[in-house]
């Protein structure tokens, strides 16, 4: 069965300071893989997406994710973080058939 | 752009009571889903519409209804909510077949049944 591990619950890092979020997928072809924001109160919102060709994607407000085939795995970073990227981040598996899987997410908190 | 807008922002239920989420999307998708969010469980979809006239139970359909109204309108009925039922609901859209799965999202309602 599809799924998506988040192994973070949460991750606090300091401001100006760089970024890693991890992503684990379990999918036997190459899927979809998305990763999504929420601030907080707010829906989600699309941070940057893969489906095929160069490994490295870049996303909007800095953000970039490597797929990584043989560790099936999607991580997220960003190299300076910013007190407004405080949020929850969410990895999700898009394998057809209309459905997504998404991980639990990870709540990122920024210290100043 | 409006994109997908939900009603109510929140709302309070006693047990037993039923009530209807609205959902609409300006965006001319195809498919339409209803999300439930509880902490450390990421979403979860209850029901989806993969196109007008047809809906689907996702992972987690019990004590829901939905109605693909129209193309633009999909809505998410509590018979008789429960306090299980207390959670945040999203509802999204799709381009759906032709599309690459990237779904956009409304605000949520946040649900408290007691």
């Known amino acids: 069965a599809q799924s998506v591990t988040q192994p973070d619950i949460h991750i606090t890092v300091s401001e100006g300071a760089s970024l890693e979020l991890r992503c684990n997928y379990s999918y036997g072809a190459t899927p979809y893989l998305f990763w999504y924001v929420q601030s907080p109160g707010q829906g989600l919102q699309l941070l940057l997406k893969y489906f095929s060709g160069d490994t490295l994607v870049q996303g909007i407000k800095g953000f970039e994710a490597e797929f990584k085939r043989s560790q099936s795995s999607f991580n997220l970073r960003k190299p300076s973080v910013h007190w407004s990227d405080a949020a929850e981040y969410f990895c999700?598996?898009?394998?057809?058939?209309?459905?997504?899987?998404f991980g639990a997410g990870t709540r990122l908190f920024v210290k100043a | 752009n409006a994109g997908v807008t939900q009603t109510p922002k929140f709302q309070v239920l006693k047990t037993g009571q039923s009530m209807t989420l609205q959902c609409a999307q300006d965006m001319n998708h195809n498919s339409m889903y209803w999300y439930r969010q509880d902490p450390g469980m990421g979403l979860r979809l209850i029901y989806y519409?993969?196109?007008?006239?047809?809906?689907d139970k996702g992972e987690v359909p019990n004590g829901y209804n939905v109605s693909r109204l129209n193309k633009r309108e999909f809505s998410l009925r509590l018979e008789s909510a429960a306090p299980s039922q207390t959670s945040v609901y999203f509802c999204?859209?799709?381009?759906?077949?032709?599309?690459?799965?990237?779904?956009?999202f409304g605000q949520g309602t946040r649900l408290t049944v007691v």
């Open positions: 519409s993969a196109s007008e006239g047809t809906t």
């Open positions: 999204a859209s799709s381009k759906g077949r032709e599309g690459d799965g990237q779904a956009f």
């Open positions: 999700a598996v898009y394998s057809g058939g209309f459905k997504t899987i």
